[in-house]
């Protein structure tokens, strides 16, 4: 097994064990055990908890990256509101259903990483595209764009939180119910 690979491994772990146990079950030892790696393996690769930290920070980053830029909620005609709601929507709830990991472990690391700038900022600003979002918002020709987009952000984020540790996380991700209740929240703010 590479070292990228190796990594990899133990990040994904890493985000595993914090989604199942928090933050206070990451530990080197944790994850040596987790992957049945002998003892020393995981700070071999990630020698200190920052470092640790920051590759989980990256790993998360960068598949937020590749899922919105995959998004798949362009629609041919930006007039269709509804239609558009309904995307965003679509793609919101696979995120829930695919990436509940991610969500839960992005959202205590913003917390815990109060006092580290750098790696906080990458996790707030990395789920959605604030620069596609101001795009959007200029193409369906809003007055503000960037506050506009601003709004919106703050929307999908608290969809988000509210469908994985909020009032509605119970409610099943990857259903069509999921789908309708977040069109019909989305349609509200476009409109």
């Known amino acids: 097994m590479s070292t990228a ?3 990899a491994l133990i990040v994904d772990a890493a985000i595993d064990l914090i989604a199942a146990q928090g933050l206070r079950a990451l ?3 944790a994850l040596d055990a987790a992957l049945e790696l002998p003892a020393g393996s995981a700070s071999y690769y990630f020698r200190s908890r920052r470092a640790l930290l920051a590759g ?3 790993r998360i980053a960068a598949r937020s990256r590749a899922d919105f830029l995959a998004g798949g909620f362009d629609t ?3 007039r269709d509101r509804a239609a558009l709601a309904r995307a965003i929507a679509r793609w919101l709830d696979r995120l829930l259903a695919e990436r509940r990991h991610h969500l839960i472990v992005r959202h205590a690391l913003i917390l815990e990483l109060r006092a580290d700038p750098e790696l ?6 990395g789920l959605f595209s604030a620069e ?3 795009d959007l918002f200029a193409a369906l020709d809003f007055a503000d764009p960037d506050a506009a987009a601003a709004d919106f952000l703050a929307v999908l984020e608290g969809a988000v939180f509210d469908r994985f540790a909020g009032a509605r996380a119970d409610l099943p991700a ?3 119910q999921n789908v309708d209740e977040l069109a019909a929240l989305l349609i ?3 409109a």
């Open 27 to 29: 530990t080197h030892r």
């Open 56 to 58: 989980i920070v990256e």
């Open 120 to 125: 906080r900022a990458r996790l707030a600003h």
């Open 76 to 78: 041919p005609d930006l």
């Open 188 to 190: 509200r703010f476009l």
């Open 5 to 7: 690979d190796r990594r």
């Open 174 to 176: 990857g259903t069509p």
């Open 132 to 134: 596609g979002a101001r």
